[in-house]
Nanobody, 120 residues
Framework: QVQLVESGGGLVQPGGSLRLSCAASGSISSRNTMGWYRQAPGKQRELVATITSGGTTNYADSVKGRFTISRDNAKAKNTVYLQMNSLKPEDTSVYYC????????????WGQGTQVTISS
């Protein structure tokens, strides 16, 4: 059973920074993509950033230049980080960690979500 455990959310003032972490455990293909999505009240869940096991990254236009996704693959430790700088009130959302891989079929796992609130 695959589990994703997120940490690092909270309340921060506009212009501030936060770092989210997500640790995946369980039986996971070594070739996978991990990422962060977010969902604000009344809106659909949207992509924030993803990173493959090979290190290829993808960002939403709204966070490019402000957010950085990275991962630690050492010793099969599937952990992904999201460094968020220059935060804006519109970044306020619940942030969800995602792990996805294909092994005969597609596997798609989600974390429980962590609240990020940007407010003065």
């Amino acid at each position: 059973q695959v589990q994703l455990v997120e940490s690092g959310g909270g309340l921060v003032q506009p212009g501030g920074s936060l770092r989210l972490s997500c640790a995946a455990s369980g039986s996971i293909s070594s070739r996978n993509t991990m990422g962060w999505y977010r969902q604000a009240p009344g809106k659909q869940r949207e992509l924030v950033a993803t990173i493959t096991s090979g290190g290829t990254t993808n960002y939403a236009d709204s966070v490019k230049g402000r957010f950085t996704i990275s991962r630690d693959n050492a010793k099969a430790k599937n952990t992904v980080y999201l460094q968020m700088n220059s935060l804006k009130p519109e970044d306020t959302s619940v942030y969800y960690c995602n792990l996805r891989y294909t092994l005969l079929r597609q596997y798609d796992y989600w974390g429980q979500g962590t609240q990020v609130t940007i407010s003065s």
